[in-house]
T-cell receptor, first 114, second 114 residues
């Protein structure tokens, strides 16, 4: 069965420090990987995706993610965290033969303190 | 370009009633997917529509149904509401159901079942 795991329910970071939100996946076939962010009482906002090619993907708001096929991981990173980055982050995977269905991780609450 | 819109934003219903939620995709997008978000189960895929046809369906009971109109707008219906149906229902649109395409989410409809 296809699945996505975000091993940390919460990540705490000081403003200005680098942040990492972890994601691992288990799929059969080539994965398409996505990161979304959700602010309170809002829908999901797209940050970035990996389809093919360069393993380092750059996205919105200074975020980037590195695809690692051998470790089946797609960790989200940012070199310098902002207080405004505090939100709920979701990793998602889509498999090529399943159309638009996204499988989401459980989410990681990121808290950035001044 | 306007984003995905969902109406209504909030709904309160009682057990046994039925409810219809509406989603208008981004202009030009032909694929619409629906997701349910709850604290316990996280984000779960309900169904996907493209060109008025259901292409994919998640593991939900038959009380959950949907449809898509010729203008790509979509509705989902939940009949015989149960307390457990209380959730944030998110709609997402994309250009086509290709696996690599990005889904853009609306703000969601918050359904409370009393």
């Amino acid at each position: 069965a296809q699945s996505v795991a975000q091993p940390e329910d919460q990540v705490n970071v000081a403003e200005g420090n680098p942040l990492t939100v972890k994601c691992t996946y288990s799929v059969s076939g080539n994965p398409y990987l996505f990161w979304y962010v959700q602010y309170p009482n809002r829908g999901l906002q797209f940050l970035l995706k990996y389809i093919t090619g360069d393993n380092l993907v750059k996205g919105s708001y200074g975020f980037e993610a590195e695809f690692n096929k051998s470790q089946t991981s797609f960790h989200l990173k940012k070199p310098s965290a902002l207080v405004s980055d505090s939100a709920l982050y979701f990793c998602a995977v889509r498999v090529g033969n399943q159309g638009g269905k996204l499988i989401f991780g459980q989410g990681t609450e990121l808290s950035v303190k001044p | 370009k306007a984003g995905v819109t969902q109406t209504p934003r909030y709904l309160i219903k009682t057990r046994g009633q039925q409810v219809t939620l509406s989603c208008s995709p981004i202009s030009g997008h032909r694929s619409v997917s629906w997701y349910q978000q709850t604290p316990g189960q996280g984000l779960q895929f309900l169904f996907e529509y493209f060109s008025e046809t259901q292409r994919n369906k998640g593991n939900f009971p038959g009380r959950f149904s949907g449809r898509q109109f010729s203008n790509s707008r979509s509705e989902m219906n939940v009949s015989t509401l149960e307390l457990g149906d209380s959730a944030l229902y998110l709609c997402a649109s994309s250009l086509d159901p290709g696996s690599a395409d990005t889904q853009y989410f609306g703000p969601g409809t918050r359904l409370t079942v009393l």
